[in-house]
Structures are given as C-alpha cells and as structure tokens.
C-alpha cells in the first residue's frame, strides 16, 4: 500500500490528505497543536479550518514529525509558502532515501525568487525527479465536500507523476499529469496575485467587465513570465492556469479574492489580514514575483501595480489610472515585453 505523510493539518493540507485516503493511501497528517490531532483522530473534524466537514475515518493524525514521516513514500508539504523553508530544514534529516517531495503550496519565496519545488529540492538535498507539484482549481472546501474537480501533478520525471496521480485518484478528484512544473507553479502562485487585483476591483465596487479584464490580462502577464522562465506556454491555458486563474478569481472562497475585497472597500493590509486570519499567498508573492520579472526583463502591470498598492505608494484611485491610463498596445506581441 502507498504511504504518504501530510505537513501540516490547515485548509489544503487537511483536504488533500483526506483525497489521499479516500484514494486508498494510507495517510498521516501532521498537526502542530494536539487539540487539531486530537479532533481529525477522535471525531473525524478539524473544526478550526474546516468547520462542518467530516474526514474519511481511516485518516490519522499525530503531532509527532517523526512519526508521520518514517516510512512514507509520499512527504506532501502544504504550509505557507515562506514558512517552508524553515520547515524542511527541520524535517529533512528525517525522510527516508526514496521519498518522494510533493508541494501543494502556491507562493514564490520571497528572499531568493525561487519556487516552491525549487527550495524543497535544495533543502531536503534531492534532484527534481523527487519533487512534485500539485496545483489546478482546488478550492479546499469544495473538494472536502466532495464535490468535482480536476488538478494537475506535475514532475519532471513521468513516472512518479503517475505513481501520485494513482494515490491520489478518487471519483470525485481527478489528476493529470504534466511534465511542465515551472508553468504549473508559476500559475498557482501568480493567479494569487491576480485574485487580489480583481477581490480589489469587486470591493470597489467594479463590474464583470473589470474583473474579466484583469483575469484575462493576468493571464497574458503570467504567461509573458512563464515563457522567460522557461515554461511551456500551454500549460497557461491549462487546468494549473487559466483553470485554476478563474475559480480562484470568481470564487468568494478564495482567501486570495476576500483579502482584495477587504482592501478594495477601503482597509488596510493588516485588518484584512485579520478578517481572513488564513494564508493569503499573493501578499507576499506578489513582491517576489515583481522582482523575478524585473531580473527577466518582463512587463507585469497588474502585479506592479498589486505591489505598488499594497505598499501604500498608491491609492485605489490612482492604482486604476495606472493600468487604464497606460500607452496602448497591440493586444498581443511576439516578444516577452
Ligand atoms: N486552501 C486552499 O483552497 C488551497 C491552498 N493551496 C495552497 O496551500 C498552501 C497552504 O494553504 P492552506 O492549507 O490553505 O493554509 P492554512 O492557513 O489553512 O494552513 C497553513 C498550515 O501551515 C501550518 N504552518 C506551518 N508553519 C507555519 C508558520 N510558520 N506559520 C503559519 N502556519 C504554519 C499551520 O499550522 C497550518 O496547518 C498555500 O500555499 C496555499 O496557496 C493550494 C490549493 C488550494
Ligand atoms: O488555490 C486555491 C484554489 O485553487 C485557493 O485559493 P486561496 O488561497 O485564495 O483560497
């Protein structure tokens, strides 16, 4: 039987264990604090992310590290994207010679630019081929309620894509495989970015018109980036781009989409991240990806003006200027710029 081990017990982490085990794998959730431990073990709950939902009863949960690792042939990372490093650091002395790294997280590090699989392979030691990638339109509590949807997994090396995309099929979630993990997390972390920009334009009080006029231009900047990092330009129309770019943008689950609008109707960047009080990635991200662009000579007007914003260099108003107010273009153009 597949093992895999879960780190750590929030919204994503808690919903694609409980995939994970009802795909068959034996799974083990790692949980910080023994009360959440305690919940997933003995009722089956994890009231403090996902109020409501009952987990599958064969998941199991302990807060020991040591003993959620040993043996796993899956290690799944699902923390916020810049606590990872520390994290793994940690952990690393800890998996077995065959594990394979999967991250579920959707964020860029912002010290050094490097993706999520990028700093697992440099921390735990590994080549790519022991890293992977889940990303696509995953909206944790719509899959906790079992409910339809598509992701992708994607690895350089094709067969432990296949080996994950078998221990994580179930008839409700359903995984392709792709060999493209650049795109693939470039897409998850960028679309954060972009579900800012448009839960802004929604707290403002903008129609459809703006909202779609972000989705579609976010689109063409992320795959402008994508494309100079060396990703394949499909995987921006796939299920890890545009796919997971608009349930994450039309979605009011989105902690990406809430945190634009608490800002949108006027809050600053610490009370909504209260209001939201889980991971809202594209805060972050969106400084890192700003500068990986700038290093790769890429034009990113939303995500410019993302960050401009949210340092407080621009008002609402002024922010929409700048992106309505640029010189006009050809909607598309042969070179990155
Ligand atoms: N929630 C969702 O619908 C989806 C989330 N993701 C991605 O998964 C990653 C994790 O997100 P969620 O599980 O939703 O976040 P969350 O905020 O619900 O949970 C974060 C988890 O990380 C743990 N953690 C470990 N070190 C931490 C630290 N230093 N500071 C704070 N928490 C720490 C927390 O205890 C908690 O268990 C993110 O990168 C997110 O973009 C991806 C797909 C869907
Ligand atoms: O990544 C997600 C859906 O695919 C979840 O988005 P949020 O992190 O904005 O909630």
């Not at 906790?144 to 067969?159: G, I, K, L, M, W």
Request: proline fraction near 5%.
């Amino acid at each position: 039987m597949t093992t895999a081990a879960v780190l750590s017990a929030g919204s994503w982490g808690t919903v694609f264990a409980s995939v994970l085990a009802d795909a068959g794998t034996d799974v083990t959730l790692h949980a910080r604090r023994a009360e959440i431990a305690d919940a997933i073990n003995e009722r089956h709950q994890n009231p403090g992310y996902l109020p409501g939902i009952d987990l599958p009863e064969q998941l199991k949960a302990t807060t020991d590290i040591e003993q959620a690792l040993t043996g796993a042939d899956f290690v799944v990372v699902s923390v916020p994207a810049q606590a990872m490093r520390a994290g793994l650091t940690a952990w690393a002395p800890l998996l077995g010679p065959d594990t394979v790294l999967v991250s579920l997280m959707k964020g860029i590090e912002l010290d050094s630019g490097l993706r999520m699989s990028e700093v697992i392979a440099e921390v735990a030691g590994v080549g790519p081929e022991r890293v992977a990638v889940v990303s696509g339109p995953n909206l944790a509590r719509e899959i906790a309620n079992r409910q339809p949807a598509a992701s992708v997994v994607a690895c350089t090396d094709e067969q432990v894509a296949q080996r994950l995309q078998a221990a994580c099929h179930t008839p409700y979630f359903r995984p392709y495989t792709n060999h493209d993990v650049i795109g693939c997390e470039l897409g998850g972390a960028a679309k954060n970015v972009i579900a800012l920009a448009v839960g802004i334009a929604v707290g403002m009080g903008l129609g459809n018109n703006a909202q779609s006029l972000l989705i579609t231009r976010g689109l063409a900047e992320t795959s402008r980036l994508g494309v100079a990092l060396g990703a394949d330009p499909h995987t921006f129309s796939g299920l890890a781009g545009m796919g997971d770019l608009v349930a994450t943008c039309a979605s009011p689950l989105s902690r990406n989409r809430s945190f634009g609008e608490h800002l949108g109707r006027g809050q600053s960047v610490t009370e909504a991240a209260a209001a939201i009080s889980q991971t809202s990635e594209g805060v972050k991200t969106s400084e890192a990806i700003l500068a990986l662009a700038r290093r790769h000579g890429v034009e990113m007007p939303i995500t410019e003006t993302v960050v401009q914003f949210l340092r407080g260099e621009v008002d609402l108003g002024k922010a929409t200027a700048l992106l309505m107010e640029r010189p006009t273009k050809p909607e598309r153009h042969t070179r990155t710029r």
